[in-house]
């Protein structure tokens, strides 16, 4: 498996501003995605992390409200700019192993709440 | 467009007995099917993946089949325990280009009552 770590776990934030959320992996791998959990929903992804270079967006999520960093393959950072209450959700990256199957291993998540 | 249905958002049933949750699909062609738990607060846990060329999949107290013919799946715990409350979220993913990139479900809430 892979242990996977996030910060902050929970934050409340004043609409407008920006907050970033971080990704540490204890193993180096390839994929790694981020993802949103509204309330009461189930997972949607935003995009995926490319070490190297810009990551890749899903329909209806644009690099200027989620710029993502992927600095190495153990790190990465999701930032929310210029939150709304609607941003209020839960964050989770995860990985696949390079060399395992194609179960993904999740972080513990970071809950935002915004004013 | 691709939709993901969990028949059930919540399950309720005896200790000892067998849960059965329902996951359908519609527009997608997956090619592989994935089973995870997610308890309150915590990422969600992956359980079993079952491929497009299989029926079956076993894991301990855990079954799941894949009927690529009725777009369905359905995800078996059996002698189900209090522990086994949780909700249990179903995700496809498509191969090729698309990788690792999970479409989940809703999600069924399973309460164990004892």
């Known amino acids: 498996s892979a242990v996977i770590s996030q910060k902050p776990s929970r934050d409340i934030c004043q609409r407008g501003t920006s907050l970033t959320i971080q990704c540490q992996v204890d193993s180096q791998v390839t994929m790694m995605f981020w993802y949103r959990q509204q309330p009461g929903q189930s997972l949607t992804l935003i995009a995926t992390?490319?070490?190297?270079?810009?990551?890749?967006?899903e329909s209806g999520f644009v690099i200027d409200k989620f710029p993502i960093s992927r600095p190495n393959l153990t790190f990465s950072t999701l930032t929310v700019s210029n939150m709304s209450p609607e941003d209020s959700s839960i964050y989770l990256c995860?990985?696949?192993?390079?060399?395992?199957?194609?179960?993904?291993?999740f972080g513990p998540g970071t809950r935002l709440t915004v004013l | 467009s691709q939709k993901i249905e969990q028949n059930s958002e919540a399950l309720n049933i005896q200790e000892g007995k067998t849960a059965t949750l329902t996951c359908n699909y519609t527009?997608?062609?997956?090619?592989?099917l994935q089973w995870y738990r997610q308890d309150p607060g915590r990422g969600p846990v992956f359980l079993l993946l079952?491929?497009?060329?299989?029926k079956e999949k076993r894991k301990e107290r855990l079954k799941v089949t894949f009927d690529t013919t009725l777009k369905q799946s359905l995800f078996h715990i059996t002698a189900s325990q209090p522990a086994d409350s949780a909700t249990y979220l179903c995700?496809?993913?498509?191969?090729?280009?698309?990788?690792?990139?999970?479409?989940f479900g809703q999600g069924t809430i399973l309460t164990v009552h004892p």
């Open positions: 992390a490319n070490q190297g270079s810009e990551a890749t967006y």
């Open positions: 527009n997608y062609s997956p090619a592989y």
């Open positions: 079952i491929r497009e060329n299989e």
């Open positions: 995700a496809l993913n498509a191969g090729g280009t698309s990788y690792g990139k999970l479409t």
């Open positions: 995860s990985v696949v192993r390079d060399r395992g199957g194609n179960e993904q291993f």
